[in-house]
Every structure is written in C-alpha cells, then in structure tokens.
C-alpha cells in the first residue's frame, strides 16, 4: 500500500466495502490526495459535474503519483478534453436504446440479451462506453423488474446465453448476485451465463471466497474482465482470477485499445504475455467507441491493426486478442485486420 493509506489496517484495506466507501468522489478529495491547492483543479469542475469521478483506493495505489501522463491515471482521472464532442461522437454510439425492448434490458444479438443489472461500478473509467448512465439515480433490479426480465428471456427460445452487465455487476452483494443467477439459469432454453466485470483489475478484493461459492454453484458461467495495462497485474489482482477460477468459471479479457495507456505493441506484448502467466485468456482488443466525452482517449485503428499484425507475427496464438470494433447493425463484432495480417480464424 501506498500513501496516504499506509496507515490504514490490512484488514480494512484488503475490506471490499472499505474500498468502496472510500472511494475518491471529489475534486477536493483529488487535490488533497494529490498535496495540491484545490484551485490547480478548478477547469475540472465542469467536467466531474457532467462525469463523476470515481477511483477505488486501491486503483489509485498503482499510479505513479506526480506523473500526469501515467496510464493508470489517464483511465480514471478526469480530463477537460473531456467536454469537447467532435461530430459523429454520441452517448449512445451502439445504439443500444433502440435494441431496448424492456427496461434494464439489451436485446441485439438474435442468440443473447445483456442485462442492466446496475449503473454504478467501483470505478468509472473514464473511456466507458455507458458513461451516460453516470448522472442517472443509482439503481439495481428490483425483484418485480427481475421477474419480467426473467419473463422475456423465457418467451423467446432463441435466446441461449444471458450476459449480466452494467455498470458492473460484482458490487452488489452476494445474495443479489446468486438471485439474479438463480433466476435466469431457471429458463430452460439458457445454456450460459457470462458477467461482465473490471472488479478483478480496480478493487480486486471483491473477489471473496463466498462470493466464489456463488459462482461456482451457477456454472456453466464466464467471467469477462477488463485488464488495460500490464500494471495492473498485481498479485491480488492475479489471486481474484485464480479464484475465480478455482470455482471453475473461466476468465477471459476484454481490453480497449487507448491513446497513451496501451497504443504501443511493447505494452499490449507485455500485458497478453501477463495474463497468459494468470491464466486470462486475452479475448478481445476493442476499438474504442465514439463516445462523447472520450476522443482525446482514442487511438487510430490503424494504430491497433499495426499492433496486432506484430503481435501475430512474434506471439503464441494462445496470446492473441481479436482486435474488433462494437458496430449498432452489424449482427456480430467487426475484426479490423489487413488483407495480409491476422486471419479470421
């Protein structure tokens, strides 16, 4: 542990609801942490009204303090640029409104629905395509919204596999989570569950051994994670995976590719080989989506295409992330490769 936590008890601090209690809101909170006068942070305000900031204690322990270009920072510190929207940018790039046909529910793909089971997570990333859900009121399913979901997935028997989401899913407690579980493994027609998480990067404490027997007693399940930077593979973060796998889910991970955090074929080399050793597999490399708010964070696909032709050309294939792009439309992921690069397979 790093300042200004040293002093706090292993206990607390390995306390995943410490953490989240503890978590940085505030500008204030910021200027303190960072031993500056509030004023140096004062073009930030009308960003942090618009797009909270929200950094786990733990998260903020990795950076490299003073560096304001270091790539742990950038995902999660708020930035002025972050008011500029060059045309073609949205809050709702994917569409996904339209593919909405109940509340709390995503129906795109033909085979599978995604669940809004929450709008708040540990951290926000400051990249996150659902940033718009950030000012709403803080929600989670409620009982009765919980059956009607449960309802149309029963209705429609091409749907095979549910994917929980959010926000993110593993901030809620244990018995919430197992309800939520429980009731969709309870349709027939549904083979697998996957939840999609950053828990295991930014607060990975939260991966507790009760929390475990739920997973594990809800299988067939995947866990997808967000691992961005090599950095952020600590011991715990790599013990959060290692139980979860224990319980006999798999990992797998989704990163996005993002200007000055892991643009460069060193870093994305070093992070693959890294959740290799943990036994993560590297599943996608996203494109970073048109978000409003996000620009200043988006790498040319080029820059990824480059990237990825090199990663094949030097890596073990069990290594290699699909370098796709998320497009409202299209019945499935995009893969950005040249003609002579990556193959499809």
């Given at each position: ?147 009607a979901l449960v309802k149309y997935v029963a209705s429609d028997r091409n749907i095979r596999e549910v994917i929980l989401s959010g926000g993110d899913p593993l901030i809620l407690h244990d018995e919430v989570i197992d309800h939520l ?15 999609g998480s950053r828990v295991p990067s930014v607060m990975p404490m939260r991966i507790t051994a009760s929390l475990c027997r ?132």
């Amino acid at each position: 542990m790093k300042k200004p936590w040293e002093k706090i008890s292993k206990t607390d601090w390995f306390d995943w609801q410490w953490q989240m209690r503890n978590r940085i809101r505030t500008l204030s909170r910021l200027a303190r942490l960072m031993d500056v006068p509030l004023h140096r942070l004062a073009a930030l305000r009308p960003v942090v009204e618009k797009h909270p900031v929200l950094i786990t204690p733990y998260y903020w322990s990795l950076m490299k303090q003073g560096e304001g270009d270091d790539p742990l920072r950038r995902q999660c510190f708020p930035d002025a640029r972050e008011l500029e929207h060059p045309p073609g940018d949205s809050d709702d790039p994917l569409g996904e409104s339209v593919h909405s046909p109940l509340p709390g529910l995503l129906h795109r793909y033909p085979d599978r629905c995604l669940i809004l089971v929450t709008n708040r997570c540990a951290i926000h990333c400051r990249h996150c395509n659902r940033r718009r859900l950030w000012s709403q009121p803080a929600f989670s399913l409620s009982p009765g919204r919980i059956q009607a979901l449960v309802k149309y997935v029963a209705s429609d028997r091409n749907i095979r596999e549910v994917i929980l989401s959010g926000g993110d899913p593993l901030i809620l407690h244990d018995e919430v989570i197992d309800h939520l579980l429980k009731s969709f493994r309870s349709v027939p027609h549904v083979e697998v569950l996957r939840i999609g998480s950053r828990v295991p990067s930014v607060m990975p404490m939260r991966i507790t051994a009760s929390l475990c027997r739920v997973l594990k007693r809800n299988r067939p399940l995947w866990v997808m994670t967000q691992f961005n930077h090599p950095r952020e593979l600590t011991s715990e973060s790599a013990r959060a995976c290692e139980r979860i796998l224990e319980a006999g889910v798999p990992v797998s991970n989704q990163s996005v590719l993002l200007r000055g955090i892991n643009d460069s074929f060193e870093t994305m080399r070093d992070l693959v080989h890294g959740l290799q050793r943990i036994s993560v597999r590297p599943y996608y490399l996203f494109q970073c989506e048109p978000v409003k708010g996000t620009a200043h964070l988006r790498a040319d696909a080029s820059r990824g295409m480059d990237i990825s032709e090199k990663l094949w050309e030097t890596t073990a294939g069990i290594c290699l992330p699909r370098f796709v792009i998320d497009r409202p439309g299209c019945p499935g992921k995009v893969l950005l490769q040249r003609i002579h690069g990556l193959p499809h397979g």
